[in-house]
């Protein structure tokens, strides 16, 4: 399982600064246990800053932590962010961030079956914290659900104590599905990258 924590502290125009922590296992565990090991300081900066899910941010810095028991490590990155709320005409929005990475070939491009060989268990929460300007009225999105035999994406939201908190869950389970299940199984993935990209929260200010 891989679990994150995007932790935002922005003002009324949206800049501040951002933590991103996140605890990973298994494959992650492996690929990030190599990267701390065997790339230079430099070719880490470089594959972090490229790394980023994060639109008007820069990276400021990173640490890799490594659990005693080698079954998992912690990584936190921490980011310069701005222009987090745009203003269009009266409304000021945030457009949520992806956090699903899943590059498909096209449904009349893929020859052969997809195999899922260990499953995926994605948990995100997003928090927005103003440092500043509090927004007088908060209208968020409704929860989302998407469930298939491939899998399952919930994405849910709360307004509390003036922070936004934004829980996304995404599943792939594990196995082999064959060509003509390929549609399907595309559809699935494209329908959850435009789930977040329709997550906008509307903030009217004083």
Request: charged share 30%; proline share 2%; hydrophobic share 35%.
């Amino acid at each position: 399982m891989e679990s994150t924590i995007y932790h935002y502290q922005i003002d009324g125009k949206g800049a501040g600064e951002l933590k991103v922590e996140k605890i990973l296992r298994g494959a992650e565990f492996e690929k990030y246990k190599y990267i701390d090991l065997h790339l230079s300081e430099r070719d880490k900066d470089r594959y972090f800053i490229q790394k980023g899910l994060v639109n008007n941010a820069e990276l400021l810095n990173y640490e890799i932590d490594q659990n005693q028991n080698d079954k998992f490590l912690y990584l936190t990155n921490t980011y310069s962010v701005h222009d987090q709320i745009r203003k269009v005409g009266d409304i000021n929005a945030i457009q949520l961030n992806p956090s699903i990475e899943f590059d498909l070939e096209s449904k009349n491009l893929r020859s052969s079956d997809v195999l899922v060989s260990y499953p995926i268990n994605k948990h995100d929460s997003i928090i927005y914290t103003q440092l500043v300007h509090y927004p007088i009225d908060v209208k968020l999105p409704e929860d989302k659900l998407l469930e298939t035999k491939y899998g399952k994406y919930t994405e849910r939201y709360v307004y509390n104590d003036n922070n936004i908190i934004v829980r996304r869950i995404f599943k792939l389970y594990e196995g082999t599905y064959n060509i003509e299940e390929y549609p399907a199984f595309f559809d699935f993935i494209e329908d959850i990258k435009k789930a977040q990209k329709q997550s906008v929260i509307i903030l009217k200010f004083n």
